[in-house]
């Protein structure tokens, strides 16, 4: 079974500067998807950026980018120029595209809380 | 587009009462989800659907039913409820597998 891991429940970042969040994934799958998610405090989940493991060209978005290492199973976050409405917990997921099983369905790790100083 | 919605936004249960949660979506979507997410926790599947009649069971489907009568509509069933059930509940829906999955603004359940 695939497993999503945060090392870090907490980060803190000082208004536009940069931060990087961490996360590591476990999976015998070559072909599958990751994902960072925002949820701010209204709880509403907002995708923030996605990255098709077959790509090897790290995907941005904006002032969000991530850095992908497949073979150390690697999927971190970088964050430029936070903003304080950067703040909110943020959850790295995994999915896969084996359709045996739950087709389609999300794994998340635990999250990490992230806060910007003004 | 309203996306994907759920009724309630809050609600306690006492132990051994039953509810539904309601999730809609508007977007002809295929696929729908419901997750939850316990304190200091990811979300976590609970039971999916892949189309109008087909729903199955996700990881953690022990104490919860599903319907999906219609390609809009996914209510989950809380039957008996239980202390552990105290959890966010959000409900999901995407095109197919391999499409972006918009979530619903979640249900935050307490049960006492």
């Known amino acids: 079974a695939q497993t999503v891991t945060q090392s870090q429940p907490e980060m803190s970042v000082q208004e536009a500067e940069t931060v990087t969040l961490s996360c590591t994934y476990d999976?015998?799958?070559?072909?599958?998807?990751l994902f960072w998610y925002k949820q701010p405090p209204s709880r509403q989940m907002i995708l923030v950026i996605r990255q098709e493991a077959y790509k090897q060209q790290n995907a941005t978005e904006n002032r969000f980018s991530v850095n992908f290492q497949k073979a150390a199973k690697s999927f971190s976050l970088k964050i430029s120029d936070s903003q304080l409405g950067d703040a909110a917990m943020y959850f790295c997921?995994?999915?896969?595209?084996?359709?045996?099983?739950?087709?389609?369905?999300?794994?998340f790790g635990k999250g990490t809380k992230l806060s910007v100083k003004p | 587009n309203a996306g994907v919605t759920q009724t309630p936004k809050f609600r306690i249960l006492k132990i051994g009462q039953s509810m539904t949660l309601q999730c809609t979506q508007d977007m002809n979507h295929n696929y729908m989800y419901w997750y939850r997410q316990d304190p200091g926790m990811g979300l976590k599947l609970i039971y999916y659907?892949?189309?109008?009649?087909?729903?199955d069971k996700g990881e953690v489907p022990n104490g919860y039913n599903v319907s999906r009568s219609t390609t809009e509509d996914f209510p989950l069933r809380l039957e008996l409820a239980a202390p552990s059930q105290t959890s966010v509940y959000f409900c999901a829906s995407s095109l197919g597998s391999y499409n972006e999955q918009f979530f619903g603004p979640g249900t935050r359940l307490t049960v006492l």
């Open positions: 997921a995994y999915r896969t595209l084996n359709y045996g099983g739950s087709q389609g369905n999300l794994i």
């Open positions: 999976t015998s799958e070559s072909d599958y998807y």
């Open positions: 659907s892949v189309g109008a009649g087909i729903t």
